[in-house]
């Protein structure tokens, strides 16, 4: 398949792989920012191929995985009316909230509908005047200009049965809060190369001078991500800390200024909780008071639900690279994909279920 | 910034979904939880004198011969796709259960449950694709039953075949009786059903003139249990093939290993996988199959089942390696190791 097996090539992934082995002297921690590359390193095994000295922390790029819970149960709620078509990207039904999750919803007579774009669920609107249909508007630079692109049809359309539940977050708040932490173990960065394709990666120069850490923009597939690690070792092993574009063919360093400009025009920055984090200052994005109208928040009323959660599960120190899923006492116990105590355990993207599928779980 | 209040610590889960109260729609994926109901609600209740439980079909002594019975409910949406039907789709299913415990398809039982409403045009199209599959299957629909649902009782038309078959002395195939030294074949190219149906859903509209595989199977392996020795045979259905094959390495206790670049994928079924963010090898198949069969009689098998026309693309995939703690392994296109698990619940696209 074009433009994918040329970065599957066996013969390029170990020549890279050689290149890293000796470039590598002493022990380094890397983080991979987003949970697609996470996945990308497990489904192909590339995280045992890589010599033992570098150690790969999984970031809290899972969108997925750092929506926090009492949002989660504002979507139960407004998802269980009866006049309410609650539409979401699939991987958000599997997520637990207090007591429930979309699924059981949905088995109770909700009306709840995985849609792949935003734009279908304006288009849902739009064929049902009667009923209300609301959109999970959850993910980071990566989604939030076709969930803001919605909002900016609805308005068009003249909609007033089209709402969004918003949970947006952004990437560089929370390197900084990684970065920031005192248990911090991060020493360099495989910036998240979705995301740079949207935004560029103009935001990351103050990081990488402020925190003296190397910033590579990495790709998704095995020779892009190893020639993040390559990139991150080189500075490392001579003490540079600069910001490197790996993933030429998807980013430059502005990005996608069209995009930016819908973000902007619909969103602006928000203080943001974060699941397993807390909140972080002007981490994510809410919808301006010109669009309050399509606030599905206030809309059903549903922003004073709180929740309360277990105290199993370790996905804080998970999302910021402190632990390793392994060494969780529910892993593969209590917590498995199937009833997952924690947010990493659901996404496809969670660090937990990668492993779990991939590698080390998986037993009857 | 300000990251001095920040609580890594402190971080709480959710609480865990540890027991539904209601059936959700992955208790019928074909995957884990498909295969948790069955084992910790049916089979408690009704499956203590079923022997051979987890297989296609099951095995019935009668007067010194052995039948297979099994049966399917089959509900699709759209009931029309790209290569098949609902109606092509019922007979094959039931077809080809009794075709993996190695029987010759006799006959089937066919009960229609039709919501009111729906065109008689549409029930005809059903019906003759129903006897046109029967008929290359060579079996005969020997009873059915009808039942009408008012409007909203049931999306359309769903179909429920029962079959009975024979099996021919000295076959004996069943998804425990998998062993060290086996080869593992598959006998075509992987996904096509479960992309094909994908394409038509409401909302995907990708275009692809791929078309379901779905097939009659009883043939093609009437001629492989003639060519050599085959100790499993299983369809890859709901759940894809590697739900199939962690099925099948803990009925027999072995572990398996694949290579993946040996595993054949259409292009347009990768390209659909990459876009969605699914995985080849949890796709459903509805004319594909996977056969264990001794190292020493693998060539003549795949010889034999490349000249089917099911079978074209027939290819060894992988071996048991050893007996032990269930696994199945797949060495990756760039030779890395992952371990496959079953399908979790339902199939969800990815976010990004």
Redesign the interface.
Known sequence: MKYIDEYRDPAKVHALLDEIRAAVTRPWVLMEICGGQTHAFLHHGLDEMLPPQLELVHGPGCPVCVTPLEQIDRALAIAARPEVIFTSYGDMLRVPGSTRDLFAVRAAGGDVRVVYSPLEAVALAEAHPDRQVVFFAIGFETTAPANAMAVLQARQKGLKNFSVLVSHVRVPPAMEAILGSPSNRVQAFLAAGHVCAVMGYHEYPPIAEKYRVPVVVTGFEPVDLLRGALAAVRQLEVGRFEVENAYERAVTFEGNRPAQAVIERVFQPVDRKWRGIGVIPQSGWGLRPEFAEFDAETRFAVGEISTQESPLCIAGEILQGLKKPLQCSAYGKQCTPQTPLGAPMVSAEGACAAYFRYHKGAQA | ???D??????????????Q???????HGSGG??SH?LLTRLFLPELGKAAPRALDDAALLGLEGARLALTTDSHVVAPLFFPGGDIGRLAVCGTVNDLAMVGARPLALTSAFIIEEGLPFETLQRVVQSMQSAAAEAGVFIAAGDTKVVQKGGADGLFITTSGVGSVPPGVEVSGANARPGDVVIVSGTLGDHGIAVLSQRE??GFETDLQSDVAPLNGLVAEMLAAGEIHVLRDPTRGGLATTLVEIS?QSQVVIELRQEAIPVK?QV??AC?M??FDPLYIANEGKLVAFAPEKDAGRILETMRKHRYGQEAAIIGRVVEAG???VRL???????????ML???M?????
């Open positions: 910034m300000q990251t209040d920040l609580d890594f610590e402190g971080y709480t889960c959710p609480l865990p979904i540890q539904r109260e209601t059936v959700v729609l992955g884990k939880l948790d909302g995907l803990r292009a990768r390209a990459e969605l963010g703690s269930p696994q060495k990756t296109a760039i030779g890395g190791t992952r371990l496959l698990d979790p619940g339902e969800l696209p990815r976010i990004c």
